[in-house]
């Protein structure tokens, strides 16, 4: 897993305005890269009917329909165009959320996917891939405040503030020798 963060600041490196240069308009914008391997090697040894029939197909699937409109609302919106309607909004995606133990949770949104599929059964169907996944961290800057998405994002930043404080701490305390 690969983290990146960007600042949102103000200024834009212009040094004509010095009292910008310290302000930030928002949490960085981070990007997380994610190299995941799907097995069925277990499942198949195990005589996992689900993976006998259809190897990994079931896992990717899941990971791709995250990219994919809802089929009910695109034949919905197909109905609606054909019946002459000018505004079809596209619907809104449910809550993709990232979890990485329990004191990583956040809404994602899934910019990015890869599927490399290296082994097959007889039938052709993948019993070994590889997923590459681009996920961007969906922040209260991203999100209205009646997202659930936006409370999420709230509690991961109050906690890593608070690991942060907790770090500062036990540094203080070991560079002047006080116990922890």
Do not use: C
Not at 8 to 21: I, K, L, M, V
Not at 47 to 68: C, F, I, M, T
Not at 113 to 130: G, H, R, W
């Amino acid at each position: 897993m690969t983290r990146r963060l960007e600042a949102r600041s103000t200024g834009g490196g212009d040094a004509s305005d010095r009292s910008e240069a310290f302000r930030l308009t928002g949490p960085p914008k981070e990007t997380i890269t994610l190299n995941i391997e799907v097995d069925a090697t277990d499942q198949l040894e195990q005589v996992d009917r689900l993976a006998l029939d259809e190897g990994v197909s079931p896992v990717l699937a899941a990971l791709e329909v995250l990219l994919y409109p809802k089929s009910e609302f695109v034949i919905k919106n197909e109905a609606l165009a054909r019946n002459g309607d000018i505004e079809i909004v596209p619907p809104e995606a449910p809550i993709t959320l990232f979890v990485w133990g329990k004191s990583r949770v956040l809404p994602v949104r899934v910019t990015g996917f890869s599927i490399t599929e290296e082994a097959y059964d007889v039938n052709l169907n993948p019993i070994l891939a590889k997923v590459d996944l681009t996920l961007t961290v969906l922040s209260y800057f991203d999100l209205k405040v009646d997202n659930p998405g936006y409370n999420l994002f709230m509690a991961h930043q109050i906690a890593k503030e608070a690991l942060a404080a907790t770090n500062l701490k036990s540094a203080v305390n070991n560079a002047s020798g006080a116990p922890a």
